[in-house]
């Protein structure tokens, strides 16, 4: 038995993986799962339950939120234990995080449509990515945002331009920062070129942090550390 990463949803005990897999009760679905993790108590959610919850996180979360800091809105998301250290969670953060921030910042865009598209096609895109497909699914969560905020279609012009784009210049950064993967990193560096990339095109002011620090490094096995540069 190895200690994990995370605690416990129900208790907040620790997370321990087992050598051979056991049969776990899911306690939001009560399926059973054959599953390598539980917590100290045997508790379990299973990776479904998990996922639906975290997403219902991020989009109330957005929709409480009068910041108009993309990053601050992502931090205080993450601190919810329904958000995993790393995962396909992230795919709908970024664009929600962004849409919310652009919203407050006085971009022109009707919230809960939209709030409900990032939402859909955020979640359609799958975990792995980055290093599967070679395109991490923090930067299309931000080409998600330019599409849905310009109204982009296959069809489209400029706003066609500005969604492939936005992909491309959040993908260069986060790829330019080396792996393996962080879903808080990507998330980070996805966000800050968005806000950056709205100001020049579309002229709206969302705000950034002066200096962007990372509370999950000791929660990260594969952090950078030294060589991230949100490491604290
Ligand atoms: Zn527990
Ligand atoms: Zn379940």
């Known amino acids: 038995m190895t200690r994990g990463e995370g605690a416990c949803l129900v208790c907040g ?3 321990v993986y087992y050598e051979k897999a056991r049969q776990m009760e899911c306690v939001m679905c009560h399926k059973m799962y054959e599953s390598h993790a539980g917590c ?11 996922g639906r919850k975290g997403i219902e996180v991020i989009v109330e979360g957005c929709r409480k939120s009068t910041s108009k800091n993309p990053v601050f809105i ?10 995993y250290m790393h995962g396909p ?3 709908v953060m970024v664009g929600a995080a962004l849409l919310t921030a652009y919203h407050n910042a006085g971009g022109d ?3 809960e449509t939209a709030l409900r598209e990032v939402r859909a096609r955020g ?17 299309v969560s931000a080409g998600i945002f330019m599409s849905v905020i310009t109204k982009a279609t296959p069809l489209t012009g400029r706003s066609w331009k500005l969604s492939n784009q936005m992909t491309a210049k959040a993908l260069n950064a986060i790829a330019g920062l080396g792996g393996p993967r962080c879903c808080k990193r990507n998330s980070f560096t996805a966000a800050r070129e968005a806000a ?7 002229k709206i002011e969302m705000e950034l942090p002066e200096q962007i620090l ?11 550390k030294n060589h991230c540069p949100y490491y604290k």
């Open 13 to 15: 005990r620790p997370v």
């Open 89 to 91: 969670e992230h795919h």
């Open 40 to 50: 100290e108590e045997g508790h379990y959610v299973c990776d479904e339950c998990h």
């Open 109 to 111: 865009v009707e919230y």
């Open 196 to 202: 950056e990339f709205v100001r020049e095109e579309l």
């Open 74 to 83: 992502m931090q205080k998301l993450m601190e919810d234990p329904y958000i």
């Open 123 to 139: 979640s359609e895109y799958p975990g792995g990515s980055c290093g599967l497909w070679g395109c991490c699914g923090a930067a």
């Open 214 to 224: 990372c509370d999950y490094s000791q929660e990260n096995q594969q952090c950078l």
